[in-house]
DNA sequence: CTAAAAACTTGCAGTCTGTGCAACTTCGCT
DNA sequence: AGCGAAGTTGCACAGACTGCAAGTTTTTAG
């Protein structure tokens, strides 16, 4: 970020954005260390120096501050599906309008690692991480309905929607648990290939 | 539901059985006429003539009361998918296994019109919904290792547990919706069938 | 540059969720 | 019938979360 961003997005939008990872990262360091049930909100705001009342206006709850990254808003990645040329396929434009969102989270690393090593070791937060937000979702379904040509009460739209974000969620578990060493990109084409495979059981070991 | 059931399982589990569905119930129909922030736990115990001390004692939090039901319980399917005979693709035997479930929640139509319903007049229920028990997860995990022959860190196991847990609860969603009047095991079919053939996108309408 | 408006922070009071504990009640077994 | 196990309940309390209003900071307009 250079000083020219700086004055583009004004003191007011810089401040916010850095409280905001301050108390990401005050919330993943301190559950981290004493689990979940023993880290209080009061606790997370103390250690970002803000109160607890303006960790209410940046996270709806204590769960979302450990869950929640911007890379994950969904909104810019529709709009990037949408700009897919149309005759490339659903499956295959969904997997291309995820390409930025991927390399964040991989330059990320530490913290998307710290991140899914406290989601791990408390299991209550996984199915937030893996939701999205209901208005950008039901704007997936409807962009990948009208690159299919298909109607809005048709099957495939929200089902592809729900396998893609499936599949993307199931490579980046694996990616942070670390079995596997390879980047965040290749985990992701694996899964999305053995989709577009049809998921099918691999031949026996010979 | 016989008398001689009824002395199997023993009036505890019988009366416990009760108590969980009137819950159910009063929680489903408070928060569909009121909303779910209008409705607090101690008027749904009220409504289920137990005190709020016993609410918590069948669930962990006041929106599991909405959307938790003995027939998402994953235990009996993955006990289930390990039955099903070997020489079947492990999508297929997915599919095979959740057969009871399916038939359960058809058969209770309404409670799930209605619950379904009232988790999409609030979304924050929806990550709730379709996730499930981590454990189990874990177990189906491994059902399906052993069934491919791979070890417990390939990449191929969990995906087919979150790609089919995703079909799943997408055809679950649209069969409430009320848009697609076919039984429910037809419109599960119907995803299922469209992950074994990769998702294809539709030929063009002639 | 100044003043006003807009945006953000904070403290506070209060409600609700959820938990641990212990006394009481009901059920099941011998 | 008696006893132990299982389940219910009331209670006190901590923590999450919300609405409100006063105070502070940043941005905007003249």
Redesign the pocket.
């Known amino acids: 970020m250079t000083d020219t961003d700086n004055v583009a997005i004004?003191?007011?939008?810089r401040?916010?954005a850095q409280?905001r990872a301050a108390l990401t990262a005050a919330a993943l360091r301190l559950v981290a260390e004493r689990g979940l049930e023993h880290?209080?909100?009061?606790e997370i705001s103390e250690a970002a120096d803000?109160?607890?009342?303006?960790f209410?206006?940046y996270f709806?709850?204590?769960?979302e501050a450990l869950t929640d990254d911007p890379a994950l808003d969904g909104t810019p990645v529709v709009a990037r599906l949408a700009a897919v040329p149309a005759h490339v396929p659903a499956l295959r434009a969904v997997r291309l309008a995820l390409d930025e969102a991927i390399d964040t989270i991989q330059a990320d690393r530490e913290l998307w690692r710290l991140r899914l090593t406290v989601i791990t070791q408390n299991p209550t937060l996984l199915p937030r991480l893996v939701s999205s937000n209901i208005a950008t979702e039901r704007a997936m379904v409807s962009v990948i309905a009208t690159r299919l040509g298909v109607g809005p009460d048709h099957g495939l739209p929200p089902l592809i929607t729900a396998v893609t974000s499936a599949a993307f969620h199931t490579a980046m578990l694996r990616w942070a648990a670390g079995d596997d060493t390879r980047p965040l990109r290749d985990l992701v084409d694996e899964a999305f290939a053995a989709v577009a495979a049809g998921l099918p059981d691999p031949p026996p070991a010979s």
Chains 1, 2 share one sequence.
Do not use: A, I, L, P
């Open positions: 004004g003191r007011r939008d401040k916010k409280t880290v209080t909100v009061e803000v109160s607890s009342r303006t209410f206006n709806t709850c204590k769960d």
